[in-house]
């Protein structure tokens, strides 16, 4: 009984393998440009303390500083194109835990909540 879940489970894990591998996506010269995404560090900054200065992310930092043995951290993530991705999470010794996921637009400063409220 033991050799055949075994065994189901490798033909389980092989099959998941195979089907990644098939339906990953291929290099097109569509999807294989590397995007030219400049750090703008102003702006990266500046994006960072637009994203502090929200309410709701205010609030959660006085929590997280008032209750939890983590820190809290608003960081830079990722830069694509002109869209600047800032995450907010809070750093514990064995995790981290994501409070939220903003955008912000380098062009016209909007801010979008990948997780709004």
């Known amino acids: 009984m033991k050799r055949a879940l075994i065994i189901s489970g490798i033909i389980l894990l092989v099959a998941l393998g195979l089907f990644f ?26 994006a960072i303390q637009r994203i ?7 609030t959660w ?22 869209i600047y991705t800032i995450h907010v999470y809070e750093d514990l010794p064995e995790r981290i835990v994501t409070f939220n996921w903003y955008d912000v637009d380098n062009d016209t400063g909007e801010v979008i909540s990948a997780m709004p409220f």
Do not use: W
């Not at 098939?22 to 097109?28: G, K, N, S």
């Not at 006085?62 to 830069?79: C, F, H, M, P, Q």
């Open 52 to 58: 502090k200065a929200l309410p709701e992310v205010q």
């Open 61 to 82: 930092m006085a929590e997280i500083d008032a209750k939890s043995k983590g820190r809290a951290v608003v960081t830079l993530d990722n830069v694509s194109k002109n």
């Open 21 to 46: 591998i098939e339906h990953a996506q291929a290099p097109t010269e569509e999807n294989n440009q590397t995007e030219t995404s400049t750090l703008d560090e102003d702006f990266a900054i500046a």
